[in-house]
């Protein structure tokens, strides 16, 4: 029976690369000179210390768009609230979404029932499985799931016959 898995994945060495050619960028950058601002990526978690809102609010520009140079979905980064540091100067935790959390699943296997194509959803941990008896009806569903609006980068994985 054919089948296929959907996931939400961002590469982590990707992601590495991203960060440090958005530090090379802020060392090079004319409106950063004499500026002590910071990227530090963590696991999942990228810190950003920057002196000001203004910094701020170009660093994550930054972000975007060296991901989106990169090929990672910039819908990937989920951006903290932005606190007070010590110094005057603001810190801000992003973090890398791996995964689909349950409400995603639930709501992704629920369009997928609505749909009425013949198929089955099953949630498995951090992934869904969708199961059909023809290819057809499997890629009916991915291309609704693509045209969904949903706020997590999706790919679509393991297609088998």
């Given at each position: 029976m054919p089948s296929f898995d959907i996931v939400s994945k961002v590469d982590i060495q990707e992601v590495d690369n991203a960060v440090n050619s958005v530090l090379r960028e802020v060392a090079q950058r004319f409106d950063f000179k004499g500026s002590n601002c910071t990227l530090e990526l963590d696991e999942n978690e990228i810190t950003v210390k920057a002196d000001d809102d203004y910094k701020l609010d170009q660093i994550q520009l930054m972000l975007k768009g060296h991901f989106t140079k990169r090929k990672i979905d910039a819908k990937s980064l989920d951006f903290g609230k932005p606190e007070?540091?010590?110094?005057?100067?603001?810190r801000q935790k992003i973090t890398v979404k791996q995964g689909i959390d349950s409400d995603t699943a639930k709501l992704i296997v629920k369009e997928i029932k609505n749909s009425k194509i013949k198929v089955q959803a099953s949630i498995r941990?951090?992934?869904?499985?969708?199961?059909g008896k023809k290819r057809d009806d499997l890629q009916n569903v991915i291309?609704?799931?693509k045209e969904s609006k949903l706020d997590l980068p999706l790919q679509f994985i393991n297609f088998r016959d």
């Open positions: 007070m540091a010590s110094g005057n100067s603001v941990g951090e992934e869904v499985r969708v199961d291309s609704m799931i």
